[in-house]
Nanobody, 124 residues
């Protein structure tokens, strides 16, 4: 039984930092993609960052490159997203996802499992 449980998120002012963590269990494949999506009100869910659990190769959406860092900790079965220099447009519900499909571009249709989502709000 695969489970993805997110933690972190919250509210921060523009320019601040937040960290998200996703604890996953029950995934038996040795190399797969763990990704982060986000969905702002009235917008489609979009891929933000992805990382292969096997080799650690990372991918980022252009909007977050240089500001967000995705990493995996295979010993603890977690994937993390560190978000720096946050902007109001980063405000969204952030979802952790696991997929056997290609890590980039991340596609909603390719996701096998989703976390429950965690809110990130960036004030002016």
């Amino acid at each position: 039984h695969v489970q993805l449980v997110e933690s972190g998120g919250g509210s921060v002012q523009t320019g601040g930092s937040l960290g998200l963590s996703c604890a996953f269990s029950g995934y038996t494949y040795s190399n797969y993609c763990m990704g982060w999506f986000r969905q702002a009100p009235g917008k489609q869910r979009e891929g933000v960052a992805g990382v292969y659990t096997g080799g650690g190769i990372t991918y980022y959406a252009d909007a977050v490159k240089g500001r967000f860092t995705v990493s995996r900790d295979n010993a603890n079965n977690t994937v993390n997203l560190m978000m720096n220099s946050l902007k109001p447009e980063d405000t969204a519900l952030y979802y952790c996802a696991a997929t056997y499909a290609s890590c980039w571009p991340l596609r909603v249709s390719g996701v096998d499992y989703w976390g429950q989502g965690t809110q990130v709000t960036v004030g002016q």
